[in-house]
């Protein structure tokens, strides 16, 4: 290149005008080259009359990419110093090529944007809930599942705010402190605590380290979580199922002691009246005095029966304990229910010459789906043990309330004596089996020991329950609660059956006149009759009947059963005869007519000729019997 | 044959047993029933054209089939009873007693059987 340029008249026109009109580059080895300014070079040193200023005063640094001619790209950074010469203004430009600089820097950058966005991807993707904050506590970022957590949209939802902006720790100053220690440069070790995740409680484990600045003071924190309610709860019911099992295992080991401990009470208390029974037997056998053999047999008899009643109470228990005892609920009426229950009071009671007070107001009348014999044997189980531990002339009450409830009723029964009572330590143990105070069995007589504890047993099973009050020497009251449901009144069993036996019963002995000519239904007649104890007589007509009753005695026939299709004489006409005989006990005697016929015209007949009754054949024998009944008793309206 | 073979045929041994609750009492009746001869009256009674005698058989003949629950027999008996209740002439009861005869008949040789088994 020439060191010295004209220009043409157009280039300098062209020039004019421009700050920079030539470019005089000197190169590295010092030489100077003057270029004349290209397009390219132009829009490159197109440089505002601020940057003239400082190309004039400092030399302006200049990077400037150039895509020469052959395409290659080049990265030039330089110095320009604005000179005047020759008249015009000229920028001397010492330059660099950064080329490779330039490249070396963006790579360094591309994997820098390539290692920051494998970074994110990390964070976005791990599981662990990672989120920073700054030396104020408010957040400055968080991590994808950080945001799904806790349900936030964006990350715009939290950042800023702080923990107290939240609101989602149960206890927020425990929380605060922590942080102020990382904040202070501790590192908080991973640990459990529970966080308030979209309302529900959560366990977490975290940990939080605090972040240096360049300068290495404390910037801020960094924490990471994860959720572990699943792993805790499923810790939490296996502790609880252990705990379970423990109990599960304390209480078997304590069953099976007072299993133990029952079966050596009940042998026990079952040898003691065996040895009695062999003892007194073998005694029995050597004696020669039979009246003193019988001493003896009476109190074998006794241990028997008392023996009898242990293995009755420990059969029953065991079957309670099993769970296979069932009540048998049936309709009972009460007024019955306590009248069985007199019954075996009674001579417990009149033998001590015992004063009863007795009130159970509105309770007779009552009808209950209950279990009659077991509440029988509860009360007459209490009650026995109120006679027995009462003095001779001392005084029981036995008071009853009924009260409707919300769905049925509640039973309860009150007994007080005024006896020996009871300590507090007995009292604790009453309901234990084989519990009795050490009292003197020959005073107080010997019990199985088992009977309260059945019947709270039976009165647990009944809804309701036993509760005892007792004082030493002053008596005690126990109060019994069974719930039940009313029930519509049947007719008594019990009465029924008694007035039926008792009807029947009465025609006992009863002489019966029967006038039937064929054989066969004679016979059928007089088997019903003498099945219920009658006894009777058979005529072959009528004519016969009225022969037969002529010539009996007066009241001889308690009835006359007449068939009405006879020969020689017919029923009516028998019976006509017979009223008319003018004997007070043929105007008396009840006639029943006997026939094949059931036409309400044969009846009216039958009633006409002085019948007082109609049965049909075939004979119902109920029916038989109770026309029987009636006319009989009753005798004859005249 | 026994007891019950005899009623499932002819009637009802419940019904029975419910007046006379004893199957030995009751088959003692059932035998009477062989000896018994009010078939007869009633046959000879139509044959003679006596209304009154014939209207009495077939009334016993139908009471003692019902007090012994031969229900079957009983029925036709009763049709020939009322066939005969107030009647002018035996006609009408003539027509219906080949029935009650052959049913009767039937019954007695199962009754026969029935006796005859027991006996031996």
């Known amino acids: 290149m020439n060191s010295a340029y004209h220009f043409s008249e157009k280039e300098a026109n062209e020039l004019r005008g421009f700050p920079a009109l030539l470019a005089i580059f000197e190169n590295v080895d010092g030489t100077e080259e003057l270029i004349l300014a290209s397009d390219a070079l132009l829009s490159v040193l197109h440089i505002s009359k601020e940057q003239e200023k400082e190309a004039f005063r400092d030399g302006l640094k200049l990077t400037f990419h150039w895509r020469g001619a052959n395409g290659k790209e080049l990265v030039l950074a330089g110095k320009s110093v604005g000179r005047k010469r020759m008249g015009h203004v000229l920028f001397y430009v010492t330059y660099v090529d950064e080329t490779a600089l330039y490249h070396e820097i963006r790579k360094g950058r591309e994997c820098e944007e390539l290692r920051n966005n494998m970074l994110e991807k990390v964070l ?17 970022g968080v991590n994808q599942a950080f945001l799904d957590t806790y349900g936030f949209e964006s990350a715009e939802d939290i950042i800023g705010k702080t923990d107290e902006d939240m609101g989602w720790h149960p206890y927020p100053e425990e929380f605060y402190d922590a942080e102020a220690k990382v904040l202070r440069g501790e590192t908080m070790k991973l640990g459990h605590t529970k966080n308030m995740i979209r309302g529900k409680e959560k366990d977490i484990v975290a940990s939080k380290a605090p972040f240096y600045d360049e300068k290495g003071e404390v910037a801020g924190l960094v924490g990471s979580f994860l959720d572990v309610t699943v ?7 296996n502790a609880a199922l252990n705990r379970e099992l423990q109990n599960a295992l304390e209480d078997s080991r304590h069953a099976n002691n007072l299993l133990t401990q029952f079966l050596s009470r009940a042998s026990h208390e079952i040898r003691t009246p065996m040895n009695a029974i062999i003892g007194l037997s073998e005694i029995a056998l050597e004696q020669n005095d039979p009246d003193v053999s019988v001493d003896y047999f009476r109190k ?10 242990i293995i009755n ?12 005892m069932v009540l048998v609920e049936k309709p009972a009426n009460l007024g019955e229910l306590l009248e069985g229950v007199e ?10 010459n015992i004063k009863y007070e007795y009130d159970m107001e509105g309770i007779p009348d009552a009808w209950l789906i209950c279990d009659r014999q077991r509440i029988q044997q509860i009360l007459i189980n209490i009650l026995s043990n109120a006679v027995k531990f009462t003095e001779c002339n001392g005084r029981i009450r036995f008071t009853g309330k009924l009260a409707d409830e919300a769905d049925g009723c509640v039973l309860t029964f009150t007994i007080a004596d005024e006896g020996c009572g009871m300590s507090k330590e007995f009292l604790a143990r009453i309901f234990k089996p084989f519990s009795q105070e050490n009292r003197d069995p020959a005073k107080y007589g010997a019990g199985t020991g088992l009977g309260l504890t059945i019947s709270k047993r039976f009165v647990q099973m009944m ?10 020497g002053k008596g005690s009251t126990f109060t019994v609660t069974i719930r039940a449901k009313r029930c519509k009144p049947e007719k008594l069993k019990v009465k029924e059956l008694a007035e039926e036996a008792q009807e029947v019963s009465s025609l006992k002995g009863k002489r019966i006149l029967v006038a039937e000519d064929n054989s066969i239904n004679a016979e059928v007649v007089q088997m019903v009759l003498m099945m219920n104890g009658m006894e009777c007589d058979i005529a072959r007509n009528g004519r016969d009947a009225v022969e037969i009753f002529a010539s009996a005695q007066q009241h001889t026939y308690d009835a006359i059963l007449m068939d009405i299709q006879m020969p020689m004489m017919g029923g ?7 009223r008319h005989l003018g004997r007070p006990d043929a105007k008396t005697i009840p006639i029943i007519a006997l026939s094949a016929d059931a036409f309400a015209s044969t009846q009216r007949h039958a009633e006409e000729n002085g019948m007082d009754g109609f049965i049909s054949k075939p004979i119902d024998r109920k029916l038989l019997i109770k026309c029987l009944i009636e006319l009989v008793q009753e005798g004859r309206e005249i | 044959m026994t007891l019950k073979d005899f009623y499932d045929k002819n009637g009802s ?5 419910a007046t006379i609750p004893s199957e030995a009492a009751i088959q003692r009746l059932l035998g009477m029933l062989l000896q018994d001869q009010t078939m007869e009256e009633l046959k000879r009674a139509v044959a003679s054209g006596d209304v009154p005698l014939a209207f009495r058989a077939a009334h016993t003949l139908k009471g003692t089939l019902m007090n012994l629950q031969i229900t079957g027999v009983q029925k036709k008996a009763s049709d020939v009873t009322e066939a005969l209740r107030n009647a002018s002439s035996v006609e009408d009861a003539a027509v219906l007693l080949p029935v009650l005869e052959e049913d009767y008949n039937d019954m007695i040789s199962d009754l026969k059987e029935l006796v005859g088994g027991s006996a031996s």
């Open chain 1, 231 to 237: 792993l805790y709860d499923e810790k939490r019911r």
């Open chain 1, 343 to 352: 019954v075996i009071m009674d001579p417990q009671i009149s033998a001590k």
């Open chain 1, 300 to 309: 074998i008899a006794a241990s028997g029966h008392y023996l009898l009643n």
């Open chain 1, 313 to 324: 109470d420990i059969l029953d228990i065991n079957k309670i304990e099993a769970g296979n």
């Open chain 1, 572 to 578: 009516f006409e028998a019976t006509q005869r017979i």
């Open chain 1, 463 to 472: 809804k309701g329950d036993i509760c005892v009050e007792s004082e030493e």
């Open chain 2, 13 to 17: 041994l419940s019904s029975m047993m």
């Open chain 1, 124 to 140: 976005n993707t791990t599981q662990a809930c990672l989120f920073w904050k700054d030396l104020d506590r408010k957040f400055i």
